[in-house]
């Protein structure tokens, strides 16, 4: 990586003079999206805490985000975990840092991570409603915002912060630093790095499934498979399941009774491996039964390779604000963000006997394995570069609290190289977004409305059929492939203007019924215009194993959803009960093509006249659908000797149906959440026992998942050094009972099951 490693001891050097400044609490954000406390905001679903974080093994962003209720996570190994919230996922729910969208390319992929920098979070908000519709269109699902304090609106005093972590499950480490100061009483610095390096991950006994037990347990001869199955149970760990990553990043700001100005630089690094690549070819119908095309025999052609992909990305903000102390106008925040954002995805020779953990062995194996199956897969890179402006102009007077919003996009991507399933594309935006706050006598009512002009470019290459079949390879030269398939890939090329004008509008009531019981009214109808992904994707992508096949013909999608939220606190007991009702008109799905459809091309690949190598044929549709669930959570705190302990029990579920019937694929199975908290001084111990019960109701082409127990266990203790800063050691327990559990909610469900048991010990110096 770029980043030089030794750059954590130069940072600890730098600042050691420091480290006996006078002893400051840690700023906490209260209000990063509406300026109110966390506690007043009327349409979050959670608000997690930084310490909360700090204190957590370190994990993706939906794992971080799965033990809440309404949220889960489509994972693709330990490092990918798209946020799902109440059923909606991939570009229906945008992730933000601090208010501002994340331009990676996680909406390309389900292999693609949400590529946020978590070294030093305060807090991370997942909202939905009213003052979602202010910062980001498209919202059906809602936005989870990483916040920090990069650019500090207020001035800072001097604060060190050093953290270590390791971890068993993947024989793990990772590393943080973290120095701010203000300098001259003028200007507030901030440095933050973190580098991690996580191995492959273990797995339970009989989490990697034998390929005969893929396909309904048939009966096999043992002697033919007893090779094979030995190397399974010998494995003990997935293959390519690890990841390092590397972050930094720089903030400087003024501020002053005029408001504040800032400017920060990030760069985030990181490299993972893939453990699941799917492969055309031509026996696939036996395959097809699987839940997502799981090309078993395909995935079995790279063993001999190791897949992985590497990000680089850089992000440059200035952000501010001016209070104007006007009649109308009170104060004006702006910003603007320029990044550059690229993702590669490579394939290269690795050991075929791999020990655990270590990938410098001898490849000789590897280049006789690969000679025989004729791999000479290049890289493929994606890349978003984006720019980003806006301004939120603040009415609020002492009656009423209001915000209008600007804002302005223009973002370009593409993905080029072997593995390309979509030409070069760009999306210009210019949105308008009003949020209003108002506490009456007997409610408080929260207003969104949002108006969006969205223009996409792209275009669609029609390929012919005898490209791949008209050219007699000599098997010696099977690396000049690639340029023999590019240059007969030269077809015909559409290309559209696709443009889109969208609005939104939400709102919720609330009220006090009485002094322990109150109850929140929330109605929104969204509106998301096709992504690129949806409507210029034609190609093999491999990581669902599915050639893909976008639609420049898909409309709006409309989410008009309502939910009904009890809240209940007497004394000690508090309870919540929300139930939600979500029509989407002109739902967009990937629909896989049927069994006996697939058996067809399967035929006609055979003949030389398939276009989409052998691979599962999959075509972005849409139709009308309706989701429906609910959460509920009721529990109580008491006084266990000098400490307080807390019990309570939670339980999400959620359903979702096409209106010409059948359920929407991949919706998280019910889940019951139980949660034991004891807190006396400085020390806090924790258990969370959650039961996943199993997903029947599947969509097409799907398999059942079974249900799964996940035991997880914490206990953190600080310690004053003497006033001069404190120590903090948390002792954390991940699937202590070693459970086999797979996501349903995963594309590689099949292939790549959820870690094992994992133990671990995480510091946090703070001076």
């Known amino acids: 990586m770029k980043i030089n490693k030794f750059f954590f001891l130069l940072l600890v050097t730098f600042s050691i003079n420091n480290l006996f400044a006078d002893e400051m609490d840690e700023v906490v954000v209260t209000s990063a999206l509406i300026d109110k406390a966390a506690s007043e905001l009327a349409d979050p679903i959670h608000i997690l805490s930084g310490d909360d974080i700090a204190t957590e093994a370190t994990q993706s962003l939906g794992e971080s985000l799965d033990d809440l209720l309404g949220v889960s996570s489509a994972d693709y190994g330990s490092a990918v975990g798209q946020p799902i919230i109440r059923g909606m996922s991939g570009t229906r729910v945008k992730v933000l840092d601090n208010g501002m969208v ?49 650019i500090a609106m207020k001035d800072v005093e001097r604060l060190f912060k050093v953290g270590a972590e390791s ?9 943080s630093f973290f120095y701010q100061d203000n300098v001259g009483g003028d200007i507030n610095i901030s440095l933050a790095y973190k580098n991690t390096a996580l191995g492959n991950f273990d797995v339970p006994n009989g989490a990697i499934m034998h390929e005969e037990e893929e396909h309904h347990d048939e009966d096999e001869d043992h002697d033919e498979d007893e090779e094979h199955d030995e190397h399974e149970e010998n494995l003990g760990f997935l293959a390519n399941s ?102 590669t995805e490579q394939h290269a020779e690795e050991s075929h006997e791999e020990e655990h953990h270590d990938e410098d062995e001898d490849h000789d194996e590897d280049e006789d394995h690969d000679e025989h199956e004729g791999h000479s897969e290049g890289p493929t890179t994606f890349t978003n570069d984006a720019m980003e402006a806006g301004a939120i102009f603040d009415f609020s007077n002492s009656i009423v609290s209001q915000k209008f919003a600007i804002n302005f996009v223009n973002e370009d991507t593409s993905v080029i190289g072997a593995e390309a399933f979509m030409t070069p594309a760009s999306r210009d935006e210019l949105t308008f977004g009003y949020y209003l706050s108002r506490s009456f006598d007997s409610f408080d009512l929260d207003f969104g409305v949002r108006y969006d002009m969205i223009d996409n470019e792209g275009s669609i290459v029609s390929m012919h059929e005898e490209e791949h079949h008209d050219e007699d390879h000599d098997e010696d030269h099977d690396e000049d492939h690639d340029e023999d398939h590019d240059e007969h890939e030269a077809n015909e090329v559409a290309y559209y203007d696709k443009a889109f004008n969208n609005s939104s509008i939400a709102l919720n009531i609330s009220r006090e019924l009485n002094d322990f019981l109150s109850v929140d009214f929330g109605f929104s109808s969204v509106e998301r215009a096709p992504s690129t992904t949806e409507m210029f994707m034609n190609g093999a992508h491999l990581a669902t194993a599915r050639f893909e096949v976008g639609n420049v013909n898909l409309n709006t999608e409309t989410s008009n959803n ?22 989407v008109d002109n739902y967009i799905y990937l629909q896989d093509e049927t069994e006996e459809e697939h058996e067809e091309h399967d035929e006609e690949h055979e003949e030389g006249h398939d276009d989409h190598g052998g691979l599962i044929l999959a075509n972005y549709l849409q139709q009308d659908a309706e989701l429906d669930g609910y959460e509920i959570e009721f529990g109580n705190s008491m006084d266990v000797g000098s400490g307080e302990l807390t019990l309570s029990f939670g339980r999400d579920e959620i359903s979702g149906e096409f209106s010409g019937g059948g359920n929407i694929p991949r919706l998280n199975p019910t889940r019951n959440i139980f949660k034991l908290k004891y807190s006396q001084d400085n020390t806090i111990f924790g258990l969370m026992f959650k039961d996943v019960e199993k997903q029947n109701d599947i969509g097409l082409a799907e398999t059942n998942t079974d249900g799964y127990q996940m035991l997880n266990a914490k206990l953190s203790r600080s310690f004053d050094l003497g006033g001069q800063g404190d120590l903090t050691v948390s002792l954390f327990g991940n699937n202590l009972l070693d459970e086999i559990a797979r996501n349903h909610s995963s594309y590689v469900k099949t292939q790549v099951p959820l870690p094992g048991k994992n133990y671990g010990i995480r510091f946090n110096l703070t001076f």
């Open 562 to 583: 309502i939910d009904l939220t009890l809240n209940m606190k007497n004394g000690s007991f508090f309870a919540t009960a929300t139930v939600f009702m979500n029509d």
């Open 102 to 150: 994340n331009r990676d390319v996680s909406g390309l992929g389900a292999d693609h991570l949400n590529d946020v920098d978590m070294s030093n979070v305060q807090q991370i908000e997942v909202v939905r409603g009213p003052s979602s519709l202010l910062y980001t269109n498209g919202t059906v699902g809602g936005i989870v915002n990483v916040v920090d304090n990069s």
């Open 242 to 343: 690890d990841f390092e990553s590397e972050s930094f990043k720089f903030g400087a700001s003024t501020t002053g009774d005029w408001g504040y100005l800032g400017v920060s630089l990030a760069s985030i690094e990181s490299m993972y491996g893939i453990p699941y690549h799917g492969e055309g070819h031509d026996e696939h119908g036996d395959e097809h039964g699987d839940e997502h095309g799981d090309e078993e025999e395909g995935h079995d052609e790279h063993e001999g390779e190791r897949i992985f992909s590497t990000t680089d990305s850089e992000k440059f903000d200035i952000r501010g604000s001016f209070n104007l102390a006007g009649n109308l106008v009170n104060k004006v925040d702006f910003f603007m963000r320029d990044t550059d954002y690229s993702f």
């Open 167 to 175: 971890q068993s499950v993947n024989d793990g480490d990772s590393r």
